[in-house]
């Protein structure tokens, strides 16, 4: 099946023995013509899946690098077309990474579920992670993902306890996202033990991949959280190496990119 | 009739949301995952709340020793003459202390606070009305509380920011976006966020993720039943229209809910429309928006086409929201509400009808409802009444006011 991408990517890392990479930048960020070279920095430096996130106004859950960002892209007249015709392009390049679509509630549901789900789909994304969709909402975006055969990936919490868990697990595909601190993205770290034993508890309930994101910014940090988990979000430190060089920033993007690669291959995943 | 009564009540309008916290298509729970269990955890503490007779009692307490209620349903016998028409009674929320109904929902929320055992307290303000009088209770209760707030806000409220500090709540000024109220509700949700085991955030209106809409619109009712029991008192019957300013709108639920199953007694929510809805520059969600997601509730936001939000403007800063509470939305779309705009200009000519007519200098937010009283009373006999719910006093004002008509001060 063509249309998995995901599994089988995160299949292809445990063969290889190390965590997948997964990258976020903002779409439009610091304007739409920029962000194909961008992505493709990512996939040259060794990202193995990609988050491509919707611009928002109000993005409640991010830390002041990515607001910057989300503002950046939105000033750079970001609209939602752009977004999709960024991942059509992405997608005609890349056949093979797994894109994910990753933003807030409102860009999506504006012109209904089902014309996203299907817009999405056309543009070649194999996934859609919503930050303010709970498992409860469900009905306001998951029906129309799945009709189209796109992964709804869910996000589990350190407040995610075992009583929580079924509710997160429940209707949930591709993989699950664990953010390891409780507070907004770019910030800190989350302690290794405390990360180690989330996995295992979230682990407990589901078969499938569970990727670690949330304040990891540094190559040794990344291999670290690599041992035990199935995948390695970074996101912050990406976007701030491109609020940095702005339009010229895709070699730095791709070096970094490289730097976390090469830490998750030094390392053997333990099981 | 208590509220028991309505919930037993078939087709009562009185028994929303739903157990998932939705009213018709509006309001649920739209948050990231670590609030979640919080709020779920908030969701069965207020029903234990509600259902205690010891927290009924505690909140009536302090409603009557601290904040001064029942207070009066006043009949403006000037301004019912100078307008020709139905007879017009105000509910006096502007006598409350801290000047407006805020407080109402205040004391409600930090009960819960203390009972929940939290030990810190946030909260987002505009105007800075909801700061102020949620580091009032913060003080009487002495939980530390931080106060976030717009920076554009903190300049053009000096006065409030003064308040807040002066009853020992930190405020912090947010920097992001337009750095308004919107950005300090997303700025209080990111400390929420980071903070959840220790901290309650006191939200200020009848928007939010459930159980907010739900809670702060029962601690709000107060204001409905007190002018039920006041107008049978005056009159022996109940009015025949309830007006009152709808921002997220919670002086307007308050005085409405209680009269949501009364068919023949006329609601009108009051809606900001700023420069005037066609020039895109108003804070009129129903009027100029449509339904989408923001800040845990799915109700009317002005928004663009691809779902980005638009910047809110009205003259009166606590009604400049781009959202509206969800049950509004869900009374607009059943019709059990008429929603009406209201221009900065209109606000201003009531603001000063009020003052010279009655002594009473009201908030700009609840000199909103007071322009649309002047439009609708003229129209009826002399025989109807209509109830405004005056909100808030007008002190906090004066230099928006002052500014707006061109006078020094």
């Given at each position: 099946m063509t249309a998995d991408r995901i599994s089988s990517t995160f299949a292809r890392c445990r063969d290889e023995g190390r965590a997948a990479l997964v990258t976020f930048i903002t779409g439009g960020d610091p304007t739409p013509a920029d962000t194909g070279a961008m992505l493709d920095a990512l996939v040259a430096g060794g990202a193995d899946l990609i988050e491509l996130g919707m611009p928002f106004t109000d993005p409640m859950a991010d830390g002041?690098?990515?607001?910057?960002?989300?503002?950046?892209?939105?000033?750079?007249?970001?609209?939602?077309?752009?977004?999709?015709?960024?991942?059509?392009?992405?997608?005609?390049?890349?056949?093979?990474?797994?894109?994910?679509?990753?933003?807030?509630?409102n860009p999506m549901i504006r012109r209904g579920p089902d014309w996203f789900a299907k817009a999405a789909k056309e543009a070649g994304v194999d996934g859609v992670i919503c930050v303010d969709i709970p498992t409860e909402e469900d009905?306001?975006?998951?029906?129309?993902?799945?009709?189209?055969?796109?992964?709804?990936?869910?996000?589990?919490?350190?407040?995610?306890?075992?009583?929580r868990l079924p509710a997160v697990l429940q209707g949930s595909s591709g993989f699950l996202y664990y953010v390891s601190v409780a507070g907004i993205t770019g910030k800190q770290q989350a302690a290794q033990a405390s990360i180690e034993a989330a996995i295992a508890h979230l682990k407990s309930g589901t078969d499938l991949p569970v990727a670690v994101g949330f304040g990891i910014r540094t190559p040794e940090q990344a291999a670290a959280v690599g041992t035990v988990a199935d995948g390695v979000v970074v996101g912050s430190a990406i976007i701030d190496i491109i609020a940095a060089h702005g339009a010229a920033a895709a070699p730095h993007v791709q070096d970094y990119t490289a730097s976390l690669r090469a830490a998750l291959e030094q390392k053997e995943v333990a099981r | 009739m208590t509220m028991t009564d309505s919930l037993t009540a078939p087709n009562s309008l009185r028994t929303q949301p739903d157990d998932r916290g939705h009213f018709g298509q509006f309001g649920g729970r739209y948050v990231a995952e670590t609030l979640m269990p919080l709020i779920l955890d908030l969701e069965k503490e207020y029903r234990a709340a509600k259902a205690?007779?010891?927290?009924?009692?505690?909140?009536?307490?302090?409603?009557?020793?601290?904040?001064?209620?029942?207070?009066?349903?006043?009949?403006?016998?000037?301004?019912?003459?100078?307008?020709?028409?139905?007879?017009?009674?105000?509910?006096?929320e502007e006598l409350n202390h801290t000047g407006a109904h805020k407080i109402n929902n205040c004391i409600g929320q930090i009960l819960l606070a203390k009972r929940m055992g939290k030990t810190r307290i946030i909260a987002e303000t505009g105007a800075g009305q909801h700061g102020v009088a949620t580091a009032t209770v913060a003080a009487l209760f002495n939980i530390p509380?931080?106060?976030?707030?717009?920076?554009?806000?903190?300049?053009?409220?000096?006065?409030?920011?003064?308040?807040?500090?002066?009853?020992?709540?930190?405020?912090?000024?947010?920097?992001?976006?337009?750095?308004t109220l919107k950005d300090a509700m997303n700025e209080a949700l990111r400390d929420w966020v980071a903070n959840v085991h220790d901290t309650f955030y006191i939200i200020g209106t009848v928007a939010g993720p459930h159980p907010y809409p739900e809670l702060v619109r029962d601690f709000q009712s107060v204001i409905g039943r007190e002018t039920r029991e006041q107008i049978m008192e005056a009159e022996g019957r109940l009015?025949?229209?309830?007006?009152?300013?709808?921002?997220?709108?919670?002086?307007?639920?308050?005085?409405?809910?209680?009269?949501?199953?009364?068919?023949?007694?006329?609601?009108?929510?009051?809606?900001a429309a700023g420069y005037?809805?066609?020039?895109?520059?108003?804070?009129?969600?129903?009027?100029?928006?449509?339904?989408?997601?923001?800040?845990?509730?799915?109700?009317?936001?002005?928004?663009?086409?691809d779902g980005q939000i638009t910047e809110a403007h009205s003259i009166s800063a606590g009604l400049d929201y781009p959202g509206i509470g969800p049950e509004h939305a869900w009374l607009n779309d059943i019709g059990r509400v008429r929603y009406e705009p209201v221009t900065d200009k209109e606000a201003l000519e009531a603001f000063q009808r009020l003052c010279r007519l009655e002594g009473i200098i009201p908030a700009l937010e609840s000199s909103h409802a007071l322009a649309a009283v002047e439009k609708i009373a003229p129209t009826m006999g002399k025989d109807k009444i209509i109830v405004v719910n005056l909100s808030g006093r007008g002190d906090k004002d004066i230099f928006t006011v002052a500014k707006a008509l061109g006078v020094e001060i």
């Open positions: 002041p690098a990515i607001q910057a960002a989300n503002l950046r892209a939105l000033g750079a007249g970001t609209k939602t077309a752009d977004i999709l015709a960024i991942a059509t392009a992405f997608r005609q390049r890349h056949p093979h990474v797994p894109l994910i679509l990753m933003g807030y509630a009905q306001e975006l998951g029906p129309a993902l799945r009709a189209e055969g796109l992964h709804f990936i869910r996000l589990a919490t350190p407040t995610t306890d075992k009583a | 205690d007779p010891e927290f009924e009692e505690e909140f009536q307490y302090l409603l009557r020793h601290y904040v001064g209620r029942p207070n009066p349903l006043y009949y403006a016998q000037r301004l019912s003459e100078e307008l020709g028409g139905a007879k017009i009674y105000l509910k006096r509380c931080t106060i976030f707030m717009g920076a554009l806000d903190v300049e053009r409220q000096q006065p409030n920011v003064f308040r807040m500090k002066l009853l020992g709540a930190e405020v912090r000024a947010v920097e992001s976006g337009a750095r009015p025949d229209m309830l007006i009152a300013a709808v921002g997220g709108g919670s002086n307007a639920i308050g005085l409405f809910h209680p009269f949501l199953d009364d068919k023949d007694v006329e609601i009108v929510g009051v809606e005037g809805l066609e020039t895109g520059q108003h804070a009129a969600s129903i009027a100029g928006g449509f339904p989408g997601i923001l800040h845990g509730n799915k109700t009317y936001l002005l928004q663009d086409e």
